[in-house]
């Protein structure tokens, strides 16, 4: 029997993994483990951990329509596989890889577990498009791409020659084991999370908000998106007050579809560059996220201690008095959604303007976004506090009076999300308000002489 463990891949068709657990001809244990780590603080409450639950709903539902068997089980990783392996016969481990610190630390437990049961452990590459490791091999480099348009170039050339498809196989092709009542009552559900699953379960997809919801079919939202905005994407995509790109982020970043699915429509249309570009981003910070060795730890090696967090409560509840920052962060913590120019625009505000340490702003984040992703989270706000590969510069401050001037010209965005400001005519709605937390100009001066020398402290220690 092969142990499969579900991850960021909670879909039932093209995992890399299901072809050689066919391929063996091997009836395999499905499971899927829900960490009480990565629910500290009560996480299924918050916008990313419901879409999580979201997803793992429609994932029992669809193991289900194909009369397959998937166990939900809820424990350390580690503690849960030990005990699997003790009440069933395993002989090999599967699952997909994932790189951030915690996933890279949990493996390793999960390996010597499963290795000194006798186990064999096998682990699939699935989540970047082209397969990072052959690529940086095949670029003959020994340094990584620092920049990204050198990377997308030779990324895309990649692509052309060297695309792996997607896989065949079905869940309905595979034989699903049962549980044994033993480890079912080891490693049952919380009641709370049970019931939120169940809830979901039984909801329509797309209806209702909030944990009972389930998932909506992301091929749905896909083909909805080529069909009809494609075409105005690269011009629409910063215009935030409409809904002009895919909203595809929450249900690629839990695997409920495969970024080779995604590929493999959008070829069908000839004005895919645009859209490509930006999947190409996602893959340049899973690149940096492997082959960067600070990705994860450039608050430990640059001297943050000229930040402070006074102004971070403010950002967060949406009191900055800045209109398109409290309505971004309005819209964030209603909905779980921010627009990606919002997101940088919010981001250097708080990093730049307000002097607050980006690890703030990005664990609220880690929370609040329903399309969180570790990796692509640290990218964005690597980025927007000028830290990490191919960052803004550090005198690169984005004015959010301007940008919501530029992108939203009418005050549309800002009308729907802070209704009290609703009155004020076009050109006025955008200015700060007499209670602004900070001046734009000078906290904009003081910003860039701070990040000029914070950019000097780096330490190896
Ligand atoms: C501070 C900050 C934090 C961010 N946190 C996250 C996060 O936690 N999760 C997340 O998925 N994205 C994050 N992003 C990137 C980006 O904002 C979202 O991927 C995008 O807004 C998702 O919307 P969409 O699916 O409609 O994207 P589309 O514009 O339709 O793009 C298609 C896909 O390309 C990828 N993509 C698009 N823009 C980017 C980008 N700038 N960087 C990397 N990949 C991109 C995503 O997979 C996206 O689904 C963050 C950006 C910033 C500036």
């Not at 009836?27 to 483990?33: N, T």
């Amino acid at each position: 029997m092969i142990l499969f463990v579900h991850r960021k891949d909670l879909r039932v068709d093209d995992l890399p993994a299901w072809d050689a657990i066919r391929a063996r001809g091997k009836q395999s244990l499905h499971v899927l483990i829900l960490d009480p780590f990565l629910l500290k603080r009560e996480r299924h409450l918050e916008h990313s951990g419901i879409n999580f639950l979201q997803h793992a709903a429609r994932l029992q539902k669809l193991y289900q329509a194909a009369g397959q068997r998937l166990h939900v089980l809820y424990g350390e990783p580690a503690a849960v596989v030990s005990g699997l392996l003790a009440s069933h016969p395993v002989e090999e481990l599967v699952f997909h890889e994932d790189f951030t610190p915690y996933a890279t630390h949990r493996d390793r437990q999960l390996r010597a577990t499963a290795e000194a049961a006798g186990v064999a452990v096998t682990a699939y590459d699935e989540q970047s498009l082209v397969d990072l490791r052959e690529f940086q091999r095949g670029s003959g480099r020994s340094e990584p791409y620092k920049v990204f348009t050198p990377f997308y170039r030779k990324w895309s050339d990649y692509l052309l020659h060297f695309y792996r498809p997607a896989s065949a196989v079905h869940v309905r092709e595979l034989a699903t084991a049962e549980l044994h009542p033993s480890a079912a009552e080891a490693f049952a559900l919380p009641p709370e999370l049970a019931a939120s699953l169940a809830a979901s379960r039984g909801a329509e997809a797309g209806h209702a908000g909030g944990s009972t919801a389930l998932a909506p079919d992301p091929h749905r939202v896909l083909g909805g998106f080529l069909a009809e905005r494609l075409r105005s994407y690269a011009d629409g995509r910063d215009r935030f007050a409409h809904e002009a790109t895919s909203r595809l982020s929450r249900h690629v970043n839990v695997g409920a579809i495969s970024v080779r699915a995604v590929y493999e429509a959008l070829l069908a249309h000839p004005q895919r560059e645009a859209w490509l570009r930006q999947l190409a981003w996602r893959d340049f910070y899973i690149y940096q996220a492997r082959l960067d060795a600070h990705f994860f730890t450039y608050e430990k090696r640059y001297d943050l201690s000229t930040l402070d967090n006074r102004h971070f409560q403010a950002w967060c509840e949406a009191r900055t008095g800045i209109p398109i920052i409290d309505a971004a962060m309005t819209e964030l913590n209603t909905t779980g959604w921010m627009p990606n120019r919002l997101r940088m625009v919010t981001a250097m505000f708080l990093t730049k303007n307000l002097l607050c340490p980006f690890p703030y702003g990005e664990q609220y984040f880690r929370y609040k976004l329903s399309d969180y992703d570790n990796t692509l989270n640290r990218g964005g706000w690597l980025w927007c506090a000028s830290l990490g590969f191919d960052a803004a510069p550090y005198f690169r401050i984005m004015n959010p009076v301007t940008q919501s001037e530029t992108h939203d010209p009418e005050g549309t965005y800002i009308r729907r999300w802070l209704p009290e400001l609703a009155h004020l005519p076009d050109k006025t709605i955008h200015r700060p308000q007499l209670h602004a937390i900070v001046d734009l100009k000078t906290s904009r001066t003081q910003a860039i002489d701070v990040y000029r020398g914070l950019l000097h402290s780096w330490t190896d220690a």
